[in-house]
């Protein structure tokens, strides 16, 4: 049972977030029926999977927002922003349920409570309004309503015997739907008016599911008072109709009287022409399927992500071994061996960037938690503040968005609290009232960028120095770049908020932040400029597990260097790279500065004549990495080098050789940044 | 592992590192290597040798001899790599670590093991939990968990290093042997 239990867990927590996705996406269009469905199936299966678990106080509560819900999706009740705080303030509470159905805490009774009571309370005043609409609208029984059209002339002298036809006109309201076309033709001009005589007559459209005898009986009093005529006229409402009241409303300001046989033309006319626009659209529905159509198709299968971890390790153990397979075939010299083990190469390929496809995951997963986020915030702290996504298709590793969620919200924390000013300064300073917070995802060559903007008030680098000097951090006299000043937010105990909020500003933030993007090997980079607003960019690498390299030989140990870093690859003579002042090369003209990597890895000097400078970028500059020899591209599987070199950042991993012989994956970035370093502080 | 396992299987390893033997309980013990080649990681600790490929992982070694305060294995014909799995910040790692040649397998009741020798630090009760006297030869029992936690390590060498701990028979080894400075 309590595997079960899991599952439904599981898709409890799915079913969920898709209520909260579609929740937030009905705010900006509460007309749509589709996520009306949406909302209502999401609830209906959450109360329905509750009760059969056990999950009592779940389904129950989900009960009652399903009923309210109910009368949306009839349109008896309109979304408003009342009813989707409460629905929202469910879903939490509804998470909460999830993971502790007995109600055992004081504080999750009466939050249940609470919003029971809102939403009892929600769906009773619906109660109400709708038995008002009764008393208003006796026609409830649509399929029966027909059309009459009454022309009503009543005698001249007809007040004479105390009749007001204005209260036969108000009986008939009460019957159905009326449309009142008074004419005054008959009047006449204003010296000859005979105030006891009745001048005007009426043509009357009613939309009524009466019979014709309980229209004439509202006259059966001055039957013989004035001129009467009943007319069927329509099988159907016309006064719901607006295109034949207008028609019918332009005739009766032109004419004197309509007739009956005019009204029943114009009916015709325009309920033809609108039942070809409706098969008009009808052929337009069938061709084009619709987005709902689509949704219910089985177009992705869950799968748990132990099996995704070991499909990635099955590949990586095949491209392993093929490897192997590939270097035995070349040693062996046979054509056939050789050409299958080409064959099995190029499978290999495909089937490890198909593997990858399926284990990547665009960054539109994150992005409802990161809405819901900047909606409830933005509200707490009283900010008026939009959240635009960017790129959300761009995919990137599960395990890395996984570990990105939190950082990110972290920083759309700060953006929020401490970089979007409150709507006054903004109208001060001349922004928009709305503050602006943009997520920008897309690849730059071997990485994913993540770039988070708002317009705020930005970073003033003056008051970080002043904080860091404050806290000791730097010294008084120390001249950094706004660059590097920018970086020192990131420092363990650094919050440069004046005030400390619930949200922010206790200065465990930012470290942190750097800290767990450092764990997937991100990079961040800080960007502010004061009053305009602040960037924050992340880098992250494409892949974690396999990559394209090239192998290098230094001393009689094997590295890789992943490829889409090289730009090129030129021979050197040994005494142009050994023990030079300014470790400058010239290739190709351009001078670059570059690194004896034996030196840098502690290993004796080579004896080679020739060695290989191998060029690579590192941010936009050109650097060359000294090695002894290089062996050829090779499809590297990253392997841990395990906790106990959980420290070694100039090497990222190792992946095995078709011999057998580990070699190191070196990361080039690390590797230059550590040895500039290195360098500088000498 | 738990300390229901040890005491559980009463069978020990035991290793020679110098003139030094030790002991570890088996149920730590996965494998036990020739000497094969070592891939070494640049700008690594000394006690951390490198890496080899155990049958497609990659499995890093350490150079116990560094570890403990001792000169740098020098590889024999009787050099080993012993694979141990041990517990790391609640997670099972698995490394490598060379020993000088391996000695026996020893059944050992718990009313044989001694209490550590009497050195009055930290040492004795984090790294050895007990000592034997076989054949008229002392052997360490020792605590793998606590060896391999990094942070300990380098602290308890660096206290070598410092003179703070002192242990009779390391003393001497260290006193023999110059303890080779880790590079620029």
């Known amino acids: 049972m309590d595997k079960f239990r899991n599952k439904f867990i599981e898709e409890a927590t799915d079913n969920i ?117 009764i008393v208003d609208e006796p026609q409830t029984d649509k399929s029966k309503v027909k059309s009459y059209y009454i022309y009503f002339e009543p005698d001249i002298d007809i007040f004479s015997d105390g009749t007001n036809p204005l209260f036969l006109l108000d009986e008939l309201h009460t019957i159905g739907e009326c449309k009142v076309f008074a004419h005054f033709n008959k009047v006449p001009e204003i010296e000859k008016i005979d105030i ?65 046989s005019e009204i029943q033309s114009i009916i015709k006319k325009i309920t033809l022409s609108e039942k070809r626009i409706e098969q008009i659209e009808e052929t337009i529905k069938k061709k084009g399927p619709l987005p709902s159509v689509k949704e219910n198709v089985i177009s992705s299968i869950r799968v748990s992500s132990g099996k995704l971890d070991q499909l990635m390790n099955l590949v990586s153990e095949l491209v392993t071994t093929q490897a192997r397979l590939s270097l035995f075939a070349e040693q062996s010299g046979d054509s056939e061996l050789a050409a299958i083990a080409e064959n099995v190469q190029k499978l290999s390929r495909q089937l490890r ?53 939190d950082p990110l919200l972290h920083i759309l924390r700060n953006s929020i609290d401490h970089g ?199 941010d936009d500059k050109e650097i060359g990495l000294v090695v002894d020899e290089v062996v050829g591209e090779y499809q590297a599987v990253l392997k841990s080098l395990g906790k106990m070199y959980k420290k070694q950042e100039i090497i990222s991993g190792a992946t095995i050789l078709g011999d057998g012989t580990v070699a190191l994956v070196m990361d080039t970035n690390k590797i230059i940044s550590r040895f500039s370093q290195a360098k500088l502080n000498v | 592992m738990n300390n229901e396992t040890i005491t559980k299987i009463n069978s020990y390893l035991s290793f020679n590192l110098g003139e030094e033997e030790f002991a570890v309980n088996v149920s730590k013990v996965l494998n036990i290597l020739e000497m094969l080649k070592i891939t070494e990681v640049p700008k690594a600790p000394e006690y951390m040798k490198g890496v080899i490929n155990l049958r497609g992982t990659v499995l890093p070694v350490v150079d116990t001899r560094v570890k403990f305060g001792m000169t740098p294995t020098e590889y024999t014909s009787n050099t080993c790599i012993v694979v141990m799995e041990i517990e790391m910040d609640n997670d099972t790692v698995q490394v490598g670590t060379l020993v000088d040649s391996v000695q026996a397998v020893l059944e050992l009741e718990d009313s044989q093991i001694l209490p550590p020798p009497n050195i009055g630090t930290n040492f004795k009760s984090e790294f050895i939990y007990g000592m034997v006297k076989v054949d008229e030869k002392f052997i360490m029992l020792l605590d793998m968990e606590k060896v391999f936690s990094v942070d300990e390590i380098s602290s308890v060498k660096e206290k070598i290093k410092k003179g703070e701990v002192k242990i009779e028979e390391k003393e001497k080894v260290i006193e023999k042997k110059k303890v080779k400075k880790s590079k620029k």
Request: with cysteine; glycine share 6%.
């Open chain 1, 17 to 133: 977030h898709d209520l909260e996705d579609a929740l937030l996406l009905i705010e900006n269009d509460p007309e749509d029926k589709e996520l009306i469905e949406r909302i209502f199936r999401a609830m209906h299966s959450l109360k329905g999977g509750g009760a059969m678990f056990g999950f009592d106080s779940l389904s129950e509560f989900t009960h009652h927002l399903e009923t309210l819900y109910d009368l949306v999706r009839e349109g008896k009740y309109k979304i408003t922003k009342k009813l989707l705080d409460v629905t929202l303030a469910s879903v939490d509470h509804m998470k909460a349920l999830l993971a502790n159905d007995d109600l055992d805490s004081a504080d999750l009774r009466t939050i249940h409570t609470d919003l029971s009571l809102q939403i009892r309370k929600l769906i009773d005043k619906e109660n109400e309004e709708k038995q008002q609409l």
């Open chain 1, 196 to 260: 006891t005589k009745c001048y005007t007559y009426w043509e009357i459209l009613i939309a009524t599911n009466e019979d014709v005898n309980t229209i004439s009986d509202v006259f059966i009093f001055v039957e013989d008072q004035c001129k009467l005529e009943i007319n069927e006229v329509a099988d159907f409402d016309i006064t719901e109709n607006d295109n034949i009241i207008d028609q019918v409303s332009k005739l009766t300001e032109e004419r004197t009287d309509v007739g009956v």
């Open chain 1, 353 to 405: 960037d198909n593997a990858f496809d399926i284990v990547l995951v665009p960054i539109e997963t994150m992005l409802t938690r990161f809405q819901r986020l900047v909606r409830d915030l933005s509200k707490e702290l009283n900010k008026d503040v939009v959240f635009i996504a960017e790129g959300a298709d761009t995919e990137l590793d599960k395990t890395i968005i996984e570990s990105l969620t």
């Open chain 1, 420 to 618: 979007i000013e409150s709507a006054e300064i903004r109208k001060k300073l001349g922004k928009p009232e709305q503050g602006k917070i943009i997520l920008k995802a897309f690849y730059s060559g071997a990485n994913v960028h993540i770039q988070i903007h708002d317009d705020g008030a930005g970073i003033d680098p003056e008051k970080i120095k002043d904080k860091a000097i404050n806290k000791g951090i730097i010294n008084k006299d120390t001249s950094l770049t706004k660059k590097e000043i920018l970086d020192l937010v990131f420092l363990p105990g650094f919050s440069t908020a004046e005030n400390v909020t619930g949200v922010s500003g206790r200065g465990v933030g930012m470290d942190v932040v750097k800290r767990k993007l450092i764990e997937v090997r991100g990079e961040t980079e800080l960007d502010s400029e004061i009053n305009v607003g602040t960037t924050l960019t992340i880098k992250l690498p494409l892949t974690l597990s396999i990559i394209d390299g090239l192998l290098v030989k230094i001393a009689h140990n094997y590295y890789v260097m992943p490829l889409s870093v090289v730009n090129k690859i030129n021979a050197v003579d040994h005494k142009n790279v050994v023990n030079k002042y300014n470790n400058l090369i010239v290739l190709d003209g351009e001078q670059i500065p570059f690194y004896y990597l034996r030196e840098e890895f502690d290993l004796p000097e080579g004896e080679q004549e020739r060695e290989q400078v191998i060029v690579v970028r590192y």
